[in-house]
């Protein structure tokens, strides 16, 4: 089992950056692709990012492309997303999850295929 805690939502200006945390507990999560997702106010749930579990294969949504940085320290068991230039449209709440890959170089991109979530945290950014 994977326990995952989202920390460092919060209240950010347009333009400001926040970086998110994602602490693991139980197992480790080297063997374990990771993912961001975020889901706003009346709005399905939708991805972010994702990294493989050796932190070579990133992957990101067109939205956050050049904005967003997804990275992970296993030893540390934590994943990061580092959101520089917020914009008002990323106000929503912010998911971590896991899954364990048998491959060291696969990222998901589907919710289904993830198995562990974390509670989320809130990202409220004004204009």
């Known amino acids: 089992q994977v326990q995952l805690v989202e920390s460092g939502g919060g209240l950010a200006q347009a333009g400001d950056s926040l970086r998110l945390s994602c602490a693991a507990s139980?197992?480790?999560?080297?063997?374990?692709?990771m993912g961001w997702f975020r889901q706003a106010p009346g709005k399905e749930r939708e991805f972010v990012s994702a990294?493989?579990?050796?932190?070579?294969?990133?992957q990101y949504t067109d939205s956050v492309k050049g904005r967003f940085t997804i990275s992970r320290d296993n030893a540390e068991k934590k994943v990061y997303l580092q959101m520089n230039s917020l914009k008002p449209e990323d106000t929503a709440v912010y998911y971590c999850?896991?899954?364990?890959?048998?491959?060291?170089?696969?990222?998901?991109?589907?919710?289904?295929?993830?198995?562990?979530w974390g509670q989320g945290t809130q990202v409220t950014v004004s204009s």
């Open positions: 990294v493989s579990w050796s932190g070579s294969f990133t």
């Open positions: 139980g197992r480790t999560i080297s063997n374990y692709a």
């Open positions: 999850a896991g899954v364990f890959s048998w491959n060291v170089d696969r990222w998901y991109r589907r919710d289904s295929e993830y198995r562990y």
